[in-house]
Structure formats: structure tokens, C-alpha cells
């Protein structure tokens, strides 16, 4: 059976994989650059997090706040780099779909409807990246060596 190398020819093949690396990799960065940001939001002020935490009724918001920071930053920053890129992008997918629950669902409001799909959507591009990983621009795949 011919491998997709010869089938293709080396460099074609070559090819393929190197753009298929280059998508991966502005995947990961586009997918964390919201989760990046809005952790940083939530460092530089975290009485309006707090505040907005609270209205959503949720208990112990500074412990809410602190999970959610170190999620979003964390995640993110793995996710860029591609550090344990499956596990980063399996907990951002949980963590999205948690708060469009928690904070965006009064479906009948048009505003939260397009972020609670916003939120679903991102979780399916990261069960994308667990499910086939960071690609070879990522730490994972150096580490992996």
C-alpha cells in the first residue's frame, strides 16, 4: 500500500503538512487570543468581574474569579504555545460551555443568544484541537522528540 509520500510525491506531501502545521498553529493562537484577553481583563480589573460575578448569583465569586483568570490565561497561553495542547483545549471547551450556561443563558435575549452560541462554537474548535492536537509548531511536538 503506498503511503500518502509516494502516492503524492514527497515534496507535495511535505507541503501539505507544512501549511496544515501553519493552520494549526493560527487555530490555537486565534482560538486562546479570547481567552488570553479576557483573562488580562479580569487581572486589570477584577471588581467589575466580581461585580458582574455576583449578579449572576454565583457563589464565592473571588474564588470564581481567581478559577476563571487562571483558566483563561493559562489555558490560553498553553493553547499559543502548545503546551499539552489536548488537555488546555479540553479544559477551555469544559470552561466555555460552563459559562454560556452560567452567564449567557436567557436564550430569549438576542445579545446573550449570540453569546451563548459564541461560547458553543469555540468549545467545538477546541474539542478540534484535543482531538488532533497542536500540530509541529507546538512544545508538545518538540517535547515529544
Known amino acids: 500500500m503506498a ?54 448569583g454565583l457563589p464565592f465569586a473571588p474564588v470564581g474569579l481567581a478559577g476563571a483568570s487562571l483558566i483563561e490565561l493559562g ?3 498553553a493553547l499559543i504555545l502548545g503546551y499539552r495542547t489536548r488537555l488546555a483545549a479540553t479544559i477551555l471547551a469544559v470552561f466555555a460551555l460552563i459559562t454560556a450556561l452560567i452567564f449567557h443563558s436567557a436564550l430569549a435575549d438576542q445579545n446573550q443568544l449570540i453569546h451563548f452560541f459564541k461560547n458553543v462554537a469555540m468549545a467545538g474548535g477546541l474539542l478540534q484541537v484535543a482531538a488532533f492536537g497542536g500540530g509541529r509548531f507546538s512544545l508538545d511536538w518538540r517535547n515529544s522528540k
Open 3 to 56: 503511503t500518502a509520500s509516494t502516492a503524492l510525491g514527497s515534496g507535495k506531501a511535505s507541503r501539505a503538512s507544512s501549511v496544515q502545521d501553519r493552520i494549526a498553529l493560527a487555530g490555537r493562537v486565534l482560538l486562546a487570543a479570547i481567552f488570553v484577553m479576557s483573562g488580562l481583563g479580569k487581572v486589570a480589573a477584577p471588581a467589575a468581574t466580581l461585580a458582574y460575578m455576583k449578579a449572576a
Open 75 to 77: 489555558g490560553g497561553l
